[in-house]
Protein backbone atom coordinates (compact mmCIF):
# COMPACT_ATOMS: atom_id res chain seq x y z
CA UNK A 1 0.00 0.00 0.00
CA UNK A 2 1.09 3.75 -1.17
CA UNK A 3 0.39 6.35 1.35
CA UNK A 4 1.21 10.05 0.94
CA UNK A 5 0.48 13.09 2.80
CA UNK A 6 -0.20 16.62 1.65
CA UNK A 7 2.01 19.21 3.01
CA UNK A 8 0.58 22.87 4.21
CA UNK A 9 3.85 24.90 4.30
CA UNK A 10 2.13 27.58 5.57
CA UNK A 11 0.63 28.95 3.38
CA UNK A 12 -3.10 29.65 2.97
CA UNK A 13 -5.50 26.39 3.12
CA UNK A 14 -7.91 25.38 0.49
CA UNK A 15 -10.93 23.92 0.15
CA UNK A 16 -10.38 20.56 0.67
CA UNK A 17 -7.59 21.01 3.41
CA UNK A 18 -6.84 18.44 6.19
CA UNK A 19 -9.56 16.20 4.46
CA UNK A 20 -8.85 12.44 4.57
CA UNK A 21 -9.43 10.97 0.76
CA UNK A 22 -8.51 6.94 0.69
CA UNK A 23 -7.80 6.35 -2.94
CA UNK A 24 -8.29 2.58 -3.95
CA UNK A 25 -7.85 1.12 -7.35
CA UNK A 26 -5.22 -1.29 -8.51
CA UNK A 27 -4.34 0.21 -12.07
CA UNK A 28 -1.19 2.40 -10.92
CA UNK A 29 -1.11 4.97 -13.54
CA UNK A 30 -4.52 5.64 -12.27
CA UNK A 31 -4.22 6.00 -8.78
CA UNK A 32 -1.08 8.68 -9.07
CA UNK A 33 -3.04 10.41 -11.18
CA UNK A 34 -6.09 10.56 -8.61
CA UNK A 35 -3.45 11.08 -5.84
CA UNK A 36 -2.23 13.56 -7.75
CA UNK A 37 -4.91 15.93 -8.62
CA UNK A 38 -6.52 15.21 -5.06
CA UNK A 39 -3.42 16.48 -3.45
CA UNK A 40 -3.59 19.55 -5.53
CA UNK A 41 -7.18 20.01 -4.17
CA UNK A 42 -5.34 20.53 -1.08
CA UNK A 43 -6.92 16.92 0.40
CA UNK A 44 -4.53 14.26 2.45
CA UNK A 45 -4.21 11.24 0.31
CA UNK A 46 -3.80 7.71 1.26
CA UNK A 47 -3.81 5.13 -2.04
CA UNK A 48 -4.62 1.09 -1.56
CA UNK A 49 -4.04 -0.98 -4.43
CA UNK A 50 -6.39 -4.35 -3.28
CA UNK A 51 -9.21 -5.10 -1.42
CA UNK A 52 -7.61 -5.86 1.88
CA UNK A 53 -5.09 -3.32 1.82
CA UNK A 54 -7.88 -0.73 1.82
CA UNK A 55 -10.25 -2.51 4.21
CA UNK A 56 -7.05 -2.28 6.63
CA UNK A 57 -6.39 1.19 5.52
CA UNK A 58 -9.85 2.71 6.15
CA UNK A 59 -9.81 1.40 9.84
CA UNK A 60 -6.48 2.71 10.51
CA UNK A 61 -6.91 6.17 9.04
CA UNK A 62 -10.47 6.79 9.21
CA UNK A 63 -11.07 8.58 6.02
CA UNK A 64 -13.03 11.43 5.67
CA UNK A 65 -13.97 9.87 2.22
CA UNK A 66 -13.46 6.62 -0.47
CA UNK A 67 -12.58 7.02 -4.52
CA UNK A 68 -13.34 3.24 -4.39
CA UNK A 69 -13.08 1.41 -7.76
CA UNK A 70 -15.76 -1.71 -8.13
CA UNK A 71 -12.78 -4.34 -9.19
CA UNK A 72 -9.83 -5.13 -7.42
CA UNK A 73 -7.51 -7.81 -6.57
CA UNK A 74 -8.12 -9.89 -2.97
CA UNK A 75 -11.97 -8.70 -3.42
CA UNK A 76 -13.84 -6.24 -5.08
CA UNK A 77 -14.99 -2.64 -3.74
CA UNK A 78 -19.03 -3.97 -2.84
CA UNK A 79 -16.82 -5.88 -0.73
CA UNK A 80 -14.58 -3.42 0.20
CA UNK A 81 -17.75 -1.08 0.84
CA UNK A 82 -19.71 -3.36 2.83
CA UNK A 83 -16.94 -4.24 5.26
CA UNK A 84 -15.72 -0.24 5.67
CA UNK A 85 -19.25 1.07 6.31
CA UNK A 86 -19.99 -1.73 8.87
CA UNK A 87 -17.31 0.26 10.93
CA UNK A 88 -18.42 3.34 10.50
CA UNK A 89 -20.47 5.40 7.93
CA UNK A 90 -17.59 6.97 4.93
CA UNK A 91 -18.96 8.68 1.76
CA UNK A 92 -18.36 6.58 -1.16
CA UNK A 93 -17.22 8.03 -4.70
CA UNK A 94 -17.16 4.36 -6.92
CA UNK A 95 -15.51 4.19 -9.80
CA UNK A 96 -16.16 1.48 -12.61
CA UNK A 97 -15.13 0.59 -15.72
CA UNK A 98 -18.73 -0.66 -17.13
CA UNK A 99 -21.49 1.33 -17.77
CA UNK A 100 -23.36 -1.37 -16.25
CA UNK A 101 -26.44 0.04 -14.29
CA UNK A 102 -27.00 -3.36 -12.32
CA UNK A 103 -23.29 -2.16 -11.06
CA UNK A 104 -24.09 0.82 -10.14
CA UNK A 105 -27.64 -0.09 -8.38
CA UNK A 106 -25.91 -2.71 -6.58
CA UNK A 107 -22.94 -0.10 -5.43
CA UNK A 108 -25.92 2.22 -4.32
CA UNK A 109 -27.35 -0.74 -2.43
CA UNK A 110 -23.94 -1.44 -0.06
CA UNK A 111 -23.42 2.05 0.78
CA UNK A 112 -21.67 4.12 -2.13
CA UNK A 113 -23.17 7.74 -2.18
CA UNK A 114 -22.23 8.26 -6.12
CA UNK A 115 -20.17 6.91 -8.67
CA UNK A 116 -18.21 7.47 -12.21
CA UNK A 117 -18.30 5.52 -15.13
CA UNK A 118 -14.86 5.34 -16.67
CA UNK A 119 -13.30 7.14 -18.75
CA UNK A 120 -13.93 10.29 -16.48
CA UNK A 121 -12.08 13.45 -16.28
CA UNK A 122 -10.05 15.03 -13.11
CA UNK A 123 -11.87 18.10 -13.09
CA UNK A 124 -15.06 16.26 -12.27
CA UNK A 125 -13.73 13.80 -10.01
CA UNK A 126 -12.46 16.46 -8.00
CA UNK A 127 -15.76 18.30 -8.09
CA UNK A 128 -17.62 15.42 -6.80
CA UNK A 129 -15.22 13.92 -4.23
CA UNK A 130 -15.49 18.02 -2.85
CA UNK A 131 -19.45 18.17 -3.45
CA UNK A 132 -19.95 14.51 -1.21
CA UNK A 133 -18.37 16.18 1.71
CA UNK A 134 -19.99 19.26 1.65
CA UNK A 135 -23.15 17.19 1.78
CA UNK A 136 -21.87 15.11 5.00
CA UNK A 137 -21.03 19.28 6.66
CA UNK A 138 -24.62 19.90 5.98
CA UNK A 139 -25.98 16.69 7.20
CA UNK A 140 -23.35 17.50 10.79
CA UNK A 141 -25.06 21.00 10.58
CA UNK A 142 -28.44 19.59 10.26
CA UNK A 143 -27.80 17.46 13.85
CA UNK A 144 -27.42 20.34 15.71
CA UNK A 145 -29.89 22.98 14.03
CA UNK A 146 -32.21 20.20 13.07
CA UNK A 147 -35.71 21.80 11.23
CA UNK A 148 -38.66 21.44 13.62
CA UNK A 149 -41.62 18.58 13.23
CA UNK A 150 -41.52 15.56 11.14
CA UNK A 151 -42.75 15.48 7.72
CA UNK A 152 -45.74 12.49 6.75
CA UNK A 153 -46.81 12.15 3.36
CA UNK A 154 -49.47 9.51 3.86
CA UNK A 155 -47.92 6.36 5.08
CA UNK A 156 -44.39 7.81 4.58
CA UNK A 157 -42.37 9.92 7.49
CA UNK A 158 -39.47 11.89 7.03
CA UNK A 159 -37.36 13.06 10.23
CA UNK A 160 -35.14 15.82 9.47
CA UNK A 161 -33.70 15.86 13.10
CA UNK A 162 -32.60 12.45 12.95
CA UNK A 163 -32.83 11.78 9.41
CA UNK A 164 -34.75 9.03 9.39
CA UNK A 165 -37.01 7.40 6.90
CA UNK A 166 -40.10 5.31 8.14
CA UNK A 167 -42.47 3.51 5.73
CA UNK A 168 -45.93 1.96 7.65
CA UNK A 169 -43.75 2.94 10.63
CA UNK A 170 -41.39 0.58 9.74
CA UNK A 171 -37.57 2.32 9.24
CA UNK A 172 -35.83 2.50 6.16
CA UNK A 173 -32.33 2.65 5.52
CA UNK A 174 -31.26 5.34 3.42
CA UNK A 175 -27.68 6.60 1.96
CA UNK A 176 -26.87 10.03 3.14
CA UNK A 177 -27.25 10.94 -0.90
CA UNK A 178 -31.24 9.08 -1.04
CA UNK A 179 -31.95 10.79 1.75
CA UNK A 180 -31.22 14.23 0.51
CA UNK A 181 -32.59 13.17 -2.53
CA UNK A 182 -35.75 12.49 -0.88
CA UNK A 183 -35.93 15.31 1.14
CA UNK A 184 -35.69 17.39 -2.07
CA UNK A 185 -38.54 16.03 -4.04
CA UNK A 186 -40.55 16.11 -0.49
CA UNK A 187 -40.15 20.02 -0.20
CA UNK A 188 -42.69 20.62 -3.11
CA UNK A 189 -44.34 17.26 -3.12
CA UNK A 190 -46.56 16.52 -6.75
CA UNK A 191 -44.11 18.94 -8.45
CA UNK A 192 -42.14 17.44 -11.34
CA UNK A 193 -38.61 18.36 -10.59
CA UNK A 194 -35.92 17.96 -13.76
CA UNK A 195 -33.05 15.85 -13.43
CA UNK A 196 -31.10 18.94 -13.64
CA UNK A 197 -32.78 20.28 -11.10
CA UNK A 198 -32.32 17.44 -8.72
CA UNK A 199 -28.56 17.70 -9.48
CA UNK A 200 -27.95 20.96 -9.10
CA UNK A 201 -29.82 20.59 -5.36
CA UNK A 202 -28.88 17.43 -4.12
CA UNK A 203 -25.26 17.21 -5.96
CA UNK A 204 -24.56 20.58 -6.51
CA UNK A 205 -23.75 19.71 -10.02
CA UNK A 206 -24.85 21.16 -12.82
CA UNK A 207 -23.27 19.44 -15.79
CA UNK A 208 -25.93 17.11 -17.27
CA UNK A 209 -23.58 14.49 -18.01
CA UNK A 210 -24.97 13.36 -14.09
CA UNK A 211 -27.77 12.97 -15.21
CA UNK A 212 -27.82 9.14 -14.89
CA UNK A 213 -26.40 8.98 -11.47
CA UNK A 214 -29.66 10.81 -10.92
CA UNK A 215 -31.84 7.90 -12.54
CA UNK A 216 -30.05 5.56 -10.60
CA UNK A 217 -30.26 6.95 -7.39
CA UNK A 218 -34.23 7.17 -7.80
CA UNK A 219 -34.26 3.73 -8.55
CA UNK A 220 -32.69 2.44 -5.47
CA UNK A 221 -34.45 4.90 -3.37
CA UNK A 222 -37.82 3.08 -5.41
CA UNK A 223 -36.60 0.19 -4.22
CA UNK A 224 -36.63 1.25 -0.79
CA UNK A 225 -39.74 3.49 -0.02
CA UNK A 226 -41.80 1.48 -3.05
CA UNK A 227 -41.67 2.52 -6.29
CA UNK A 228 -45.59 3.87 -6.77
CA UNK A 229 -44.03 6.59 -4.50
CA UNK A 230 -42.14 8.53 -7.12
CA UNK A 231 -43.17 9.42 -10.60
CA UNK A 232 -41.46 9.53 -13.78
CA UNK A 233 -42.39 12.51 -15.83
CA UNK A 234 -40.73 11.31 -19.21
CA UNK A 235 -38.45 13.71 -20.71
CA UNK A 236 -38.62 15.94 -17.42
CA UNK A 237 -37.85 13.92 -14.38
CA UNK A 238 -39.43 13.29 -11.10
CA UNK A 239 -41.98 13.89 -8.87
CA UNK A 240 -42.87 12.47 -5.36
CA UNK A 241 -46.31 11.17 -5.21
CA UNK A 242 -49.05 11.83 -1.83
CA UNK A 243 -51.89 11.18 -0.31
CA UNK A 244 -54.89 12.90 -2.22
CA UNK A 245 -55.92 15.21 0.43
Known amino acids: MEQTHTT ?16 VEDDATIVDAIAARLRAEGF ?24 LDVMLPGF ?8 VQ ?42 RVHVLLRRVERAALAAVTPRSGILRLGELEIDHAQRRVRVRAEDVHLTPTEFDLLVCLANTPRAVLSREQLLAEVWDWADASGTRTVDSHIKALRRKIGAERIRTVHGVGYALETPAP
Open 8 to 23: HNGVAATPGAQRRVLV
Open 76 to 83: DGLEVCRR
Open 86 to 127: AQRPVPVLMLTARDDETDMLVGLGVGADDYMTKPFSMRELAA
Open 44 to 67: LVQTALDGPAAVDAAEAWQPDLMV
